[in-house]
């Protein structure tokens, strides 16, 4: 029981937009419209279907549409300039399947790992340093009794 005639609806802020058939694709058996927004918002889509014993049915749904940018618009790796980079930089390229695991241990094998060493080297602990701060705040302590500021 297929139904006669069905209709996507697009609605903005209740103001009446667009109005497309959907057409039944037997393949994937399913309907499906082509819709585009204008503008960035909140859509109201409403798709309706008349069936042949004169029934209809309905179904809503709130649509939200943002703004795109080209960079995030196509997210895929590209292997050609990947592979660019690594042969530019000395690197390997490695695919997801189908890779020898000796070249995997050659190209990994080589490398260290790399230590990073902290030295903390407090500024009390040399007389120079901390007699230079006391000196210093022992002379602005001078100045500002001598002006009445303190």
Not at 26 to 39: D, F, G, I, N
Not at 81 to 93: F, N
Not at 128 to 142: F, N
């Amino acid at each position: 029981m297929f139904e006669r005639r069905t209709t996507v609806q697009v609605k903005q802020h209740e103001i009446e937009g667009q109005r497309v058939p959907a057409l039944f694709d037997e393949q994937k058996y399913r309907y499906l419209a082509a819709v585009r927004m204008s503008a960035t918002g909140r859509y109201l889509v409403r798709a309706a279907a008349e069936f042949k014993d004169g029934k209809t049915g309905e179904d809503r749904q709130l649509l939200a549409c943002e703004e795109f940018d080209r960079e995030t618009l196509d997210l895929r790796a590209r292997p050609e300039p990947l592979a660019d980079i690594s042969r530019c930089s000395g690197g390997t390229v490695f695919a997801p399947q189908g890779n020898d695991p000796k070249a995997m241990k050659t190209a990994l094998g080589g490398s260290r790992l790399a230590r990073v060493e902290y030295r903390r080297t407090p500024l009390w602990d040399t007389w120079v340093w901390l007699t230079a701060m006391v000196g210093l705040l022992s002379v602005e302590w001078v100045v500002r009794r001598l002006r009445g500021l303190a």
